[in-house]
């Protein structure tokens, strides 16, 4: 069974870097059949999509977040991570890491972590 | 950029026929998936490529996807059905959600 879990500090300060990985288990990173997804959920609203990678490194990010995001992978740890940069207020929210599949382009997000809540506050 | 426009909410009586809709330009064109997410729980996958139901999910659950609206059906809604449901689809290099709709089981 595919079981993924986000690991990261539980508190940020504004003005600085969020970051965050994904261990995957279960299953391989490397299979050219999945991307690898980042999504967040403000408490109490709807959840937003930040960015996806392929196990060759390649990258698609949210238009809203892009120039503050990087997403990595490192296929030999089973691990992909996430660092979004100058984090306000508004960055506090529960971040899930998931499974997407590739159907011919990136598809739908089959398996999902079980979310860490990130606050971001001094 | 590409916008899903959901109902913030939906009622129904338990035992009837529940149907969210997901309205966005050309979603026909592009596959809808449709994702349930219970308080405190994550997200679950429910119905994939428009109408395909994941193994483990109940067959109350179908979907349908023409035109701009891409539509969850639930039939004989049951009091466990009360959650949040999103749709998502993806456009142009990007992920998108809906707003999520609130189904109340009365």
């Known amino acids: 069974q595919l079981q993924l879990q986000e690991s990261g500090p539980g508190l940020v300060k504004p003005s600085e870097t969020l970051s965050l990985t994904c261990t995957v288990s279960g299953g391989s990173l490397s299979s050219s059949l999945y991307y690898w997804g980042w999504i967040r959920q403000p408490p109490g609203k709807g959840l937003e999509w930040i960015g996806t990678i392929y196990y060759n490194g390649s990258t698609f990010n949210s238009p809203s977040l892009k120039s503050r995001v990087i997403i990595s992978v490192d296929t030999s740890k089973s691990q992909f991570s996430l660092e979004l940069r100058s984090v306000t207020a508004a960055d506090t929210a529960v971040y899930y890491c998931?499974?997407?599949?590739?159907?011919?382009?990136?598809?739908?997000?089959?398996?999902w972590g079980q979310g860490t809540l990130v606050p971001v506050s001094s | 950029s590409y916008e899903l426009t959901q109902p913030p909410s939906v009622s129904v009586s338990p035992g009837q026929t529940a149907s969210i809709t997901c309205s966005g330009d050309?979603?026909?064109?592009?596959?809808a998936s449709w994702y349930q997410q219970k308080p405190g729980q994550s997200p679950v996958l429910v119905i994939f490529?428009?109408?395909k139901r994941p193994s483990g999910i109940s067959e109350r659950f179908s979907g349908s996807n023409s035109g701009n609206t891409a539509t969850l059906t639930i039939s004989g809604t049951q009091a466990m059905d009360e959650a949040d449901y999103y749709c998502q689809a993806w456009d142009r290099s990007t992920a998108v959600f809906g707003g999520g709709t609130k189904l109340t089981v009365l």
């Open positions: 050309k979603l026909g064109d592009k596959y």
């Open positions: 998931a499974r997407q599949k590739r159907v011919i382009a990136p598809g739908h997000f089959d398996y």
């Open positions: 490529q428009d109408s």
